[in-house]
């Protein structure tokens, strides 16, 4: 033995992962007018997706750790399992576009255990978040290392304009799967969630895959614990919002006269986090030109978390111009995985 360095394959040349100059990216000023309209809408809202500066996904991915929020284990069971499956039913797919791609985590697991043949493969990644976008680009990178040829685009925009800008390139370029993991679907309403499938089916070639995870209806207890947990890191979550606007629009909310609340609506089968006002209070937002009185007891809803039957979403997807491959279900933690095809 002449030296402990063993002879291996040079490692595939790391790639840089590439930011798309084109996408649109979500700015300051459609920040304040969305605050603005929504929050004198009555009731008063605020949208989810504004839950994501560096704070809150810092807060998202703690909140994925919680014992009592089972999403993210249950899905990653499931790619973990099934991603050989899924990479051979999808068609052994060379491109993977991935909306709202968070941590990365979901995207490098499935190609992980799915990956078949050592072709190149090109990821893209669609988010708001600048710095989940520099998380995921970071790890996904790292499949370089263990012989996953990875190119990777990423794009800081929403899931429309991500999409438009990762399918700018012709389809031809080679069999794709668009991913919508993590029940990013139960943001939207049900008219909403429609229509936003659809919207992707149009973008999609006929034949090309895409795979959504949705988590499914269960029980009451087990619903509101994930959505209020014992440590109060959804709560914080929650709450950063009011922060965020504090601190990106100078506003004056008084985070601590707030309350987290989750609710189970059953009738709308959706879980909705309000924050309710502790105190009839005086709010006031220059940069979105607001200044209103909020009631003791009012509530601004911030988000609504929609949960499915398996049935509910094959037929969904069927509605919008998909088939169904397979669907791939976690009974304990109640959460499936399906793999449709555009007709
Ligand atoms: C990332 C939208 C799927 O609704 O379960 C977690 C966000 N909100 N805890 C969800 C969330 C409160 C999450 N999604």
Same mark, same amino acid.
């Given at each position: 033995m002449s030296s402990g360095q063993d002879h291996r394959e040079l490692p595939m040349r790391q790639r840089q992962p590439v930011t798309d100059p084109h996408a649109a990216q979500t700015s300051p000023e459609q920040f304040a007018s969305d605050v603005q309209y929504y929050l004198t809408l009555n009731p008063r809202q605020l949208p989810s997706?504004?839950?994501?500066d560096a704070l809150g996904s810092a807060l998202f991915e703690a909140i994925c750790r919680?014992?009592?929020?089972?999403v993210t284990r249950a899905e990653l069971r499931l790619l973990e399992a099934h991603g050989r499956e899924i990479f051979e039913r999808a068609g052994r797919p060379t491109r993977l576009v991935e909306l709202g791609?968070? $941590?990365?985590d979901k995207l490098a697991t499935l190609v992980e255990s799915g990956r078949s043949g050592a072709g190149p493969l090109d990821l893209h990644l669609i988010d708001v978040s600048p710095s989940a976008l520099v998380v995921s680009s970071r790890a996904l990178s790292a499949l370089n290392d263990v012989d996953v040829d990875v190119r990777i685009v990423t794009h800081e925009a929403s899931y429309e304009a991500g999409l438009l800008e990762a399918t700018r390139?012709?389809?031809?370029?080679g069999p794709t799967l668009v991913l919508f993991l993590g $029940?990013?679907?139960?943001?939207?309403?049900r008219p909403g969630a429609e229509a936003f499938l659809r919207g992707i089916r149009a973008r999609l070639a006929r034949g090309a895959a895409f795979l959504i995870g949705a988590d499914l209806v269960k029980g009451e207890r087990e619903l509101l614990l994930a959505y209020d947990d014992p440590l109060g890191v959804t709560a914080a979550f929650n709450r950063n919002l009011l922060a965020r606007i504090n601190r990106e629009l100078g506003g004056d909310f008084d985070i601590e006269r707030f309350a987290h609340r989750a609710v189970w609506n059953r009738e709308e089968s959706r879980v909705e986090m309000h924050l309710v006002s502790l105190a009839p209070q005086r709010v006031r937002v220059p940069a979105a030109e607001i200044d209103f009185t909020i009631e003791e007891h009012e509530s601004i809803w911030t988000e609504s978390s929609y949960k499915y039957q398996p049935d509910d979403i094959v037929r969904t997807l069927q509605q919008t111009g998909f088939e169904c491959v397979r669907q791939w279900i976690d009974a304990g933690d109640g959460f499936a995985l399906t793999l449709v095809k555009a007709v």
């Open positions: 997706r504004y839950f994501y919680l014992p009592w929020y089972r791609s968070g $941590s990365g390139e012709a389809w031809g370029a $029940s990013n679907i139960g943001n939207f309403d």
